[in-house]
């Protein structure tokens, strides 16, 4: 029997962590996870051990909380609402892009966002530089990883809105960030080539939305991951290719991976379950970059995650004002409400994924990536008692007059899903429960990552 009162104790549910799944109960003491009791332990018989609160969790998983590595907490959701909108999503702990801007130094908005995540976010975040003016912002790089910023963003794409890096400043930062041990995210698609294309069918006056994913094929993202992990392996960096949505990006990935390279693949639940059939359905509300492709680019996805090439999931949450044009409208849709429930029926209930594999790449995965395992990203004893009792037998429709977000849709309006989460927790104290944000306090923690053992 353990030596004093457990401050919380879920009871009959099946633990799902560290690619088990197990019965077991989990005792909580105050942030932290205290005990996890099998049945093979002496004390699983809990009606003898005492709790301040019990709950039930029978015929439901236990998941660790989910860890989104890729959120955009700037747009109409701010790091408050993002935080409220992931947390009934069953997310405990984000990773926010910090944009750095033309004309803005490094150092003072990483400062700046982690102020206010710290002031504002009822979850606990890290942080990537999302630079876009390398050539006068690389200076201050090495001096980032003293504030517990350890990985970068690039955008290969976007020319025409002077987001694109080329390849030069690329490579450069690449260089330095490599010789730090620490991580370069790059947004992979030819940026000349498809503003090209993009050019090309408005000249010839093509309706924008019907064109999108002609503007910007698959073989131009599947070529510049390509250039991107060539220049990561020649610089001796390592690589974290965001949202992969073509099936011609996973040779490139598997190529990596059959040589032991330093590359870390990337997906997001809507380039696993939508297509360009959304896009034409929905119009500018489901213009996002990549675009979302075919059913067959669908499955690959699946099939990476299934065989190790593909390993983690994120949102890629970047709610956005939307303009009836589509071709004026903006890229970024909603996406981390719905991000668990989502992969969860569409891989789990349709056998495209074990529930194991799913779980690491949405929690265990991206903490060990980014130095947070085994604090987060796990359920064990001393690790943070970040949880989530998510209900496999729950059937329910995502509208969005059920989400949480600002952006006022949701790209899987009325689909119905079965599996939802019933509880959130995060350090031992419960945020959601039974769909109702019963603890809205900003107890935000910013956690420094650390990518340095990506070299051993």
Same mark, same amino acid.
């Given at each position: 029997?353990?030596?004093?009162?457990?401050?919380? *104790?879920?009871?009959?549910?099946?633990?799902?962590?560290?690619?088990?799944?197990?019965?077991?109960?989990?005792?909580?003491?105050?942030?932290?996870?205290?005990?996890?009791?099998?049945?093979?332990?002496?004390?699983?018989?809990?009606?003898?051990?005492?709790?301040?609160?019990?709950?039930?969790?029978?015929?439901?998983?236990?998941?660790? $909380?989910?860890?989104?590595?890729?959120?955009?907490?700037?747009?109409?959701?701010?790091?408050?609402?993002?935080?409220?909108?992931?947390?009934?999503?069953?997310?405990?702990?984000?990773?926010?892009?910090?944009?750095?801007?033309? $004309?803005?130094? +490094?150092?003072?908005?990483?400062?700046?966002?982690?102020?206010?995540?710290?002031?504002?976010?009822?979850?606990?975040? $890290?942080?990537?530089? !999302?630079?876009?003016?390398?050539?006068?912002?690389? !200076?201050?790089?090495?001096?980032?990883?003293?504030?517990?910023?350890?990985?970068?963003?690039?955008?290969?794409?976007?020319?025409?809105?002077?987001?694109?890096?080329?390849?030069?400043?690329?490579?450069?930062?690449?260089?330095?960030?490599?010789?730090?041990?620490?991580?370069?995210?790059?947004?992979?698609? &030819?940026?000349?080539?498809?503003?090209?294309?993009?050019?090309?069918?408005?000249?010839?006056?093509?309706?924008?939305?019907?064109?999108?994913?002609?503007?910007?094929?698959? *073989?131009?993202?599947?070529?510049?991951?390509?250039?991107?992990?060539?220049?990561?392996?020649?610089?001796?960096?390592?690589?974290?290719?965001?949202? &992969?949505?073509?099936?011609?990006?996973?040779?490139?990935?598997?190529?990596?991976?059959? &040589?032991?390279?330093?590359?870390?693949?990337?997906?997001?639940?809507?380039?696993?379950?939508?297509?360009?059939?959304?896009?034409?359905?929905?119009?500018?509300?489901?213009?996002?970059?990549?675009? *979302?492709?075919?059913?067959?680019? &669908?499955?690959?996805?699946?099939?990476?995650?299934?065989?190790?090439?593909?390993?983690?999931?994120?949102?890629?949450?970047?709610?956005?004002?939307?303009?009836?044009?589509?071709?004026?409208?903006?890229?970024?849709?909603?996406?981390?409400?719905?991000?668990?429930?989502?992969?969860?029926?569409? $891989?789990?209930?349709?056998?495209?994924?074990?529930?194991?594999?799913?779980?690491?790449?949405?929690?265990?995965?991206?903490?060990?990536?980014?130095? +947070?395992?085994?604090?987060?990203?796990?359920?064990?004893?001393?690790?943070?008692?970040?949880?989530?009792?998510?209900?496999?037998?729950?059937?329910?429709?995502?509208?969005?007059?059920?989400?949480?977000?600002?952006?006022?849709?949701? +790209?899987?309006?009325?689909?119905?899903?079965?599996?939802?989460?019933?509880?959130?927790?995060?350090?031992?104290?419960?945020?959601?429960?039974?769909?109702?944000?019963?603890?809205?306090?900003?107890?935000?923690?910013? *956690?420094?990552?650390?990518?340095?053992?990506?070299?051993?």
């Amino acid at each position: 029997m353990p030596d004093k009162p457990f401050d919380i *104790l879920i009871r009959n549910g099946v633990v799902v962590t560290d690619g088990k799944i197990v019965r077991a109960d989990v005792g909580i003491r105050g942030e932290k996870i205290a005990a996890v009791i099998t049945p093979e332990d002496a004390d699983f018989a809990q009606s003898i051990t005492p709790a301040t609160r019990r709950i039930d969790a029978a015929g439901k998983y236990i998941f660790p $909380g989910i860890i989104d590595a890729h959120v955009h907490p700037i747009y109409l959701d701010d790091k408050y609402d993002t935080s409220v909108t992931a947390a009934f999503g069953g997310v405990t702990t984000m990773i926010h892009y910090a944009y750095v801007r033309p $004309g803005q130094a +490094l150092l003072p908005t990483l400062k700046a966002f982690i102020d206010d995540g710290s002031k504002n976010s009822v979850l606990d975040f $890290g942080v990537h530089a !999302g630079l876009f003016d390398v050539a006068n912002q690389i !200076g201050d790089v090495s001096a980032a990883f003293g504030l517990g910023v350890t990985s970068f963003k690039v955008f290969m794409t976007y020319a025409k809105l002077k987001w694109m890096t080329d390849d030069y400043w690329m490579t450069a930062l690449m260089d330095v960030v490599g010789q730090a041990r620490g991580l370069v995210s790059v947004h992979c698609e &030819n940026g000349l080539a498809t503003d090209y294309l993009e050019d090309k069918y408005n000249r010839a006056e093509l309706d924008s939305k019907k064109m999108f994913t002609a503007m910007r094929p698959a *073989l131009l993202e599947a070529e510049a991951t390509n250039r991107a992990i060539s220049i990561a392996r020649v610089m001796d960096c390592a690589v974290y290719i965001v949202h &992969n949505s073509a099936a011609e990006n996973l040779e490139p990935l598997r190529r990596a991976k059959q &040589n032991g390279w330093r590359v870390i693949g990337e997906t997001c639940p809507h380039y696993l379950v939508l297509t360009d059939e959304t896009t034409q359905r929905l119009g500018s509300v489901a213009k996002i970059g990549p675009p *979302l492709r075919s059913a067959h680019d &669908n499955a690959a996805m699946w099939q990476g995650l299934a065989e190790g090439v593909i390993t983690t999931i994120g949102s890629d949450h970047a709610p956005k004002e939307k303009l009836p044009d589509f071709f004026e409208s903006q890229y970024g849709a909603p996406h981390i409400e719905t991000m668990l429930p989502v992969c969860y029926h569409y $891989g789990v209930n349709m056998k495209r994924v074990s529930l194991a594999t799913l779980v690491a790449a949405m929690s265990e995965t991206p903490a060990r990536i980014f130095g +947070l395992y085994p604090r987060k990203g796990t359920i064990q004893a001393d690790a943070d008692a970040d949880l989530v009792i998510f209900d496999p037998n729950r059937t329910w429709t995502i509208s969005r007059d059920n989400q949480h977000s600002k952006a006022g849709f949701t +790209l899987y309006e009325g689909q119905t899903v079965k599996g939802g989460v019933d509880l959130t927790m995060q350090r031992g104290r419960v945020l959601v429960e039974n769909n109702t944000l019963v603890n809205p306090e900003r107890g935000a923690r910013f *956690l420094a990552t650390d990518t340095s053992h990506l070299y051993k």
